[in-house]
C-alpha cells in the first residue's frame, strides 16, 4: 500500500499495490502493521456497505459528535464516487477546510479519514457501492452534519446531486443557529 498525505492532517489517500497475472489480480486492501508502519494505525472494529442506485446521488455531510467520532477507511467497491472529508477541528490550521478524490473499483484508492471530519460523497457511476472500515461500534444518537453546499467549505464538487435524503438536505450551515 502507497499512503499520500492531504493537506489535512488525518486524512491519507491510500493506494493499493497491484499484483497481475494470468489470473486476474490480488491486493491487500487493509493491514494494521503497515498502516501503523506508515504512521496511520487503524485497525476498523465494523465494516458497512453503501448500495446506491444512481449516478449523482450525495450522501453527506456525516459525524460522530466527540466522544463517539470515527476514524474511516472509505472506498468504491464498484462504480465510482468524488469523496470530501472537511475539517471541523477548531484547533487545526486547516479547520474548514475540505479535500476530495475520485475513489473507484477501478482504481482501487481509498481514504482514511481521521476523527473530527465531516465526511460525504457524490456517485459518479449508477450502482456505485461504497465500502465503510470504522474504528469503533456505531452508537446510535451521536450522528451529526453540515450541509453539503456550505458557502463555510467552499468545496468543489464535480457534479450538482440529484437524489439526496431530506436528512441531508436540511442540515444548516456550518455555525448557523439551531
Known sequence: MRFTTTHIEGVVIVDLDVVSDERGSFSRLHCPEEFAAAGHPFV???TSLSRNAEARTLRGMHYEAAPHAETKLVRATRGSIFDVAIDLRTDSPTYLGWTGTELSATNGRALLIGKGMAHGFITLE??????????RMFESGHGRGVRWNDPAFGIVWPTDPLVISERDAAYRNHGADG
Open 126 to 135: 449508477d450502482d456505485t457501492d461504497v465500502l465503510y472500515q470504522i474504528d
Open 44 to 46: 476498523p472494529a465494523q
